[in-house]
């Protein structure tokens, strides 16, 4: 029977995950600092309700933009990938 994952790919992989992990922190750090990115979450259409006891949100339009965003960059680099 043949072993799933030894462990030196194993290692590979988390190690991999590491690296994810570290450039996601990365990017989070950089991104206060860009100032669109400051107004997600309190844009017209993202809906707040808040009663005495209760508090709901719910970011639609931010989530829209981040969406088109993403799209539009994973459009761009699969583009770049396929030439």
Do not use: Q
């Not at 994952?5 to 450039?23: F, P, Q, T, Y």
């Not at 809906?47 to 508090?55: A, K, L, V, W």
């Amino acid at each position: 029977m043949k072993k799933l994952m030894d462990l030196s790919s194993m290692g590979r992989l988390v190690i991999g995950l590491g690296v994810v992990l570290i450039v996601l922190g990365g990017l989070l750090v950089l991104s206060s600092r860009v100032p669109l990115l400051k107004h997600l979450g309190y844009l017209p259409g993202d809906i707040r309700i808040e009663g005495d006891s209760f508090s709901c949100f719910f970011p639609i339009v931010s989530m829209i933009i981040i969406s088109l965003l993403l799209s539009l960059a994973l459009n761009l680099i699969l583009r770049l990938l396929h030439r």
